[in-house]
């Protein structure tokens, strides 16, 4: 009796979940980046419109080259799958580094915000300001090359913090540059004449799975079990226990 | 053993082909300003001109303008242009790429010391310059001001929305000539003017072109494997909660049994 009570609040619980809305819900698609030594981008990402600057400083063996990024909105999405998205009211800056040869030195990226429509599983909302993803740029390639992949500026990314990350099992994800003319900015590190230049673009930034693995995964072992051990279950409902 | 005639025929069909070659790479010049239309008036224009390359022959593309010289038709260009900027596109939009294309060449043709050349910094020739051979069909040209490059939304593909990355009088400003409103501000600044020539040479035919309007671009590639990147979260909670109910009906059956 106890226990058919219990599955029929787990049911109850099950459909309000089932139907509480999303903030929105289109179906998205990742793009095909392929930068060697940078991870594919994926699911879940935050993806917004920016504006990406490659500013030098100096000249000659001594110069160094700033590439920063920041949303052009404040308002952009954290695309939890292909058909869940969220609204995130906040900012996004990346700042990453190159010496006189162009070669990358280091940098970091950071998402601030609000997310209180969030219902995914497993983490709770974001409904007051606060680190929704914060990673260090622990690498960086680019794709000049206009062909089954979009051109792009590729960052290897690692040492996560923020609300993104509460189930993060530490391996490295990406963060891309996008849909802006990538050949022309890659140019300018040779360009003896080159100060500062800007672009508007698009930011990916894909965030390690969150909970949605963990409870598929712990919902299959539970459940496994179950099935393991049904005499035990049948002792239960027969109160013999 | 090739008899006579057979090696005449093919000789001359050769030479035919040669000639065919040399009349197909043709030089052609464009110019604006120098007292008459066709100068910019602003930092952010643009001017468009399409060409076709024959894949074989080696294509020049060059400014004169910035520090003088003489356009293919013989016409002698005065110095003091803007610090111009050419950019490739194919005829869908897709950049190719701004001059110079490739790595290792050169940013403008080679200094040559005493040809009065108005640049007060010879290391840094700012006339623009490619010489190579591209493969066959039609390109577009580009000319703007340094750096107003297109930018290239939509995967660096170009469109008359989204345009190039400068607006207005840019110049002044960023490269510190006064007023800062002025235009046509080279990098030293060095006040410049609105004027420009081109010689395309190599090529079956050039022309210039009023405007540039190339269809939509593709869609951005996506991963192939999009839709199974990972299990959409309510199709998991939904065959979760089914799992359960035929558990439960399976249980419940079971303790029937018992």
């Known amino acids: ?241 | 053993m090739i008899k006579p005639t057979v090696m005449y025929t093919l000789m001359m069909a050769f030479a035919v082909c040669d000639l065919a070659n040399e009349a197909l790479a043709a030089s052609y010049s464009f110019s604006g300003g120098y007292g008459n239309l066709g100068g910019f008036t602003q930092d952010d224009e643009a001017r468009f001109f399409s060409f076709v390359a024959d894949g074989t022959s080696a294509v020049t593309l060059e400014t004169v303008s910035y520090a003088g010289g003489t356009l293919v038709d013989g016409t002698p260009v005065t110095a003091g242009g803007f610090d111009p900027l050419l950019t490739l596109l194919q005829p869908s939009g897709l950049v190719i790429s701004t001059i110079p294309l490739n790595a290792g060449d050169t940013f403008s043709k080679p200094y040559v010391a005493g040809t009065g050349w108005d640049d007060k910094d010879p290391g840094v020739l700012l006339d623009s310059y490619y010489q190579g051979i591209l493969d066959p069909g039609t390109y577009w040209l580009v000319l703007t001001q340094s750096f107003n490059l297109v930018n290239g939304a939509n995967n660096n593909y170009y469109s008359t929305a989204t345009g190039f990355i400068q607006q207005g009088d840019y110049t002044g400003a960023l490269n510190g000539c006064l007023p800062a409103t002025d235009p046509f501000c080279n990098f030293l600044g060095e006040n410049k003017n609105g004027d420009w020539a081109l010689n395309i040479t190599g090529v079956v035919s050039a022309q210039a072109e009023s405007t540039f309007d190339p269809p939509p671009p593709p869609p951005l590639p996506v991963r192939p494997d999009n839709t199974v990147a990972e299990p959409p979260t309510l199709a998991l909670l939904g065959l979760g909660f089914a799992f359960m109910r035929w558990n439960r009906v399976r249980l419940g059956k079971l303790a029937g049994r018992v």
């Open chain 1, 1 to 241: 009796m106890m226990l058919a009570r219990q599955h029929e609040l787990l049911w109850r619980v099950g459909l309000v979940l089932c139907f509480l809305p999303s903030t929105a819900h289109a179906a998205s698609a990742v793009p095909n980046f392929i930068v060697a030594g940078i991870p594919p981008a994926g699911f879940p990402h935050f993806e917004n419109p920016a504006s990406i600057t490659l500013t030098k400083s100096g000249s000659g063996p001594t110069a160094s080259f700033l590439l920063t990024s920041a949303s052009t909105s404040s308002n952009f999405i954290f695309q939890y799958n292909p058909n869940s998205a969220y609204t995130v009211s906040g900012t996004y800056s990346l700042s990453a580094n190159f010496n006189a040869t162009g070669s990358f030195t280091g940098g970091n990226l950071s998402i601030y915000g609000t997310m209180p429509e969030y219902n995914g599983p497993g983490i709770a909302p974001a409904p007051t300001t606060q680190n929704l993803f914060s990673a260090n740029l622990a690498g960086f390639g680019s794709d000049i090359v206009p062909d089954n992949s979009p051109v792009a500026l590729g960052f290897k990314t690692d040492n996560f913090s923020g609300w993104a990350t509460q189930f993060s099992d530490g391996s490295a994800e990406s963060a891309y540059l996008y849909n802006f003319n990538v050949p022309g900015l890659m140019s300018m590190f040779a360009n003896p004449k080159f100060r500062t230049i800007t672009f508007q673009g698009s930011a990916m930034t894909t965030v390690p799975i969150p909970a949605a693995a963990w409870l598929f995964g712990s919902g299959l072992a539970l459940l496994g079990l179950i099935r393991r051990k049904p005499t035990s279950v049948v002792k239960l409902l027969k109160g013999e226990v």
